[in-house]
């Protein structure tokens, strides 16, 4: 079972996902073995497809200044403003450690 | 010892001063040698010799209206917020759409680094939680960049004098296409960050440098070369100072024929002469450190311009982990040679790579070996021409209107005109003198009007920029050279009869 707590803690710092409680950790393990099952397929010797759009023309726009100059509406979204700058905290707060994190595994 | 151009070898010198051996801090580097790997000289007293590895990550800002992939301005000091789309401010419902121009100058620049261009890239998202990217991912190349496996030639004097010139290469692994992040100011008064995402989706150039350098003499020397081609290609300005070229320095020391050593990264270098000082402070503490019995960690240090050292950045979030995967929004790049260009096609959407091929300008390497060749100058005289902002131009003005030859004109543009300009922090288009009236100058001496000192005398008064003609002030100043042989003669006699004891004893000798 590649679902460990290890692998669950990695992933919630990495994505800041919040697996909740037990069944959520086995909708994650059911997903795990369902997508597992595409290793049944031989794909030997074939390039991997990274997207249907594949094919698809990439389209080239030209260098013209077409968009901003939108301050006002883009700081209705902030929380705080300082003089048209976003307000961030000062550095990135770390998710706290398994043991503080008190909706980890939540009735597990 | 006296310091040579790098070769690869570092000892530390051991001194006895009062109270028992000391370590000095002054390195001795060996003889000019290659980078890669170089000979080892003879043993010398105590320790044994350290091979430095140096590695370059640059981004250059490209050079462009609009973003890489949005609509938004591309500008240096704007308002805050003001040119950011919403796609830069990373809103849901919007999507990439990639800048053709951008695509231009990655190619452009590819070519130039004699790169390999892959006519199919591809994008993916980089992911890490910072306030100033939004999107919580960076679009960047990671699978399969646009341009691969070039080489940057550049050349170092071996001595200080500049008499002596080595051309050294390094190898170049990839060019990336990438998105800039937004600017963080600290304010660490109120506990916060106030973010500006003017500078977020600016389309960068990532230049990765292969690990071929072995000095901060030779990482800036490589730097400023690929400063040069950028300008000249135009695909960036690379001003360092304003961000547009930003350098993170990757070294590590080993033994010779040991593997690598542990590597840090040295970020926040705001110049080509701080890049040195940092890659040659940061070769210097590993060495200490190690021959201490300490170890090297692998970490991020920023240099700090104020002390001249490196310092650990601080890293609370542990070894990254960017989750790489597809961009699933863009298909992959397409480049188009004349070969495979297709028949019915819509010449807008295509980067051709043959027609930006075609058109590159003369490389800074070229611009010089025609300088050489049309003026007669020395290669070391090509490099400062051509490494000093305008005064190519003032010379080849200069030399255009004066009879004096080329090769006598250069001494004066190297020395006289670009002390004085270094001196008040001028360029020469700043110059106070003009191209016009250097030449002016310059064949009033070439005339035999004037002596070579008077001419100096002269250039200084010019330098003072009160609008006087070279002439003015030479007849001001009374430098004239006398041409009448009598009168010479009469000041020649003047002189022998007033001193008649030092002439005799002359005569005696």
């Known amino acids: 079972d590649s679902v460990t707590v290890e692998v669950l803690d990695h992933l919630e710092h990495l994505a800041l996902v919040d697996f909740r409680d037990a069944e959520g950790v086995e909708r994650l393990r059911e997903a795990v073995r369902f997508a597992e099952r595409l290793r049944e397929v031989n794909t030997e010797g074939i390039e991997p497809m990274d997207s249907v759009l594949e094919d698809r023309c990439l389209y080239l726009r030209e260098d013209d200044v077409t968009e901003g100059n939108c301050t006002a509406e883009l700081l209705k979204n902030a929380g705080e403003k300082v003089e048209e700058y976003f307000v961030a905290p000062p550095g990135n707060i770390p998710l706290p450690k398994l043991e503080e994190r008190d909706t980890f595994l939540k009735g597990s | ?509």
Request: overall charge neutral.
């Open chain 2, 1 to 509: 010892a006296a310091a040579r151009g790098c070769g690869g070898v570092w000892r530390r010198v051991l001194r006895r001063g009062p109270g028992g051996p000391r370590s000095v801090s002054r390195l001795w580097r060996a003889v000019a040698c290659s980078a890669r790997g170089g000979a080892v000289p003879a043993g010398h007293s105590g320790l044994a010799p350290w091979v430095p590895v140096v590695g370059l990550e640059i981004h250059a800002q490209i050079s462009s209206n609009s973003k890489l992939f949005s609509g938004s301005k591309v500008q240096f000091a704007a308002p805050p917020n003001s040119l950011v789309s919403f796609f830069d401010a990373s809103l849901p419902g919007t999507l990439p759409v990639l800048n053709k121009r951008c695509v231009e100058a990655a190619v452009m620049t590819g070519l130039a680094l004699n790169c390999t261009i892959n006519k199919k890239s591809l994008f993916d998202r980089k992911h890490y939680f910072y306030a100033d990217l939004p999107a919580g991912y960076q679009i960047t190349q990671q699978r399969v960049p646009i341009a691969v496996n070039g080489s940057l030639s550049y050349s170092l004097c071996i001595d200080n004098k500049m008499s002596q010139m080595v051309t050294k290469t390094v190898r170049i692994k990839q060019i990336q296409l990438e998105q800039d992040s937004g600017k963080s100011l600290h304010d660490d008064a109120r506990s916060q960050t106030l973010v500006d995402l003017n500078r977020a989706g600016v389309g960068l150039m990532e230049v990765v440098m292969e690990p071929d350098m072995c000095c901060g003499e030779e990482a800036a020397a490589a730097v400023r070369e690929l400063q040069l081609i950028l300008q000249t290609l135009g695909s960036s300005q690379a001003i360092m100072a304003e961000g547009q070229l930003r350098v993170d320095a990757n070294v590590s020391v080993h033994h010779p024929g040991e593997p690598y050593g542990v590597r840090t990264e040295v970020k926040n270098i705001n110049s080509v002469r701080f890049l040195a000082k940092a890659v040659d402070y940061e070769i210097q503490r590993q060495i200490k450190e190690l021959e201490n019995g300490g170890t090297v960690l692998n970490e991020t240090r920023a240099f700090d311009s104020k002390l001249g050292c490196t310092v650990p950045m601080r890293d609370k979030e542990g070894k990254q982990d960017y989750r790489f995967m597809p961009e699933p929004n863009l298909p992959p790049l397409i480049l188009y040679d004349a070969k495979s260009l297709p028949a019915n096609v819509n010449h807008q959407q295509v980067v051709n790579i043959d027609w930006i091929h075609e058109r590159l300008p003369d490389l800074p390497s070229v611009r010089r070996a025609k300088l050489v060749e049309l003026y007669g100058i020395l290669p070391e005289h090509s490099f400062t021409l051509v490494n000093e902002d305008g005064l190519t131009d003032f010379f080849e003005d200069v030399v255009k209107q004066t009879q004096m030859k080329p090769k006598k004109v250069i001494g004066w543009i190297l020395s006289d005109l670009l002390s004085h300009l270094k001196q008040h922090s001028l360029t020469a288009k700043e110059s106070p003198i003009s191209a016009f009236l250097l030449a002016d100058l310059l064949n009033l001496l070439e005339k035999g009007e004037i002596s070579s000192s008077a001419a100096k005398q002269v250039f200084e008064e010019l330098w003072k920029g009160e609008g006087k003609t070279p002439l003015e002030i030479v007849k001001e100043k009374q430098l004239e050279l006398i041409q009448d042989q009598e009168e010479l003669e009469q000041i020649c006699q003047a002189v022998i009869d007033e001193r008649e004891k030092e002439v005799i004893m002359a005569v005696l000798g």
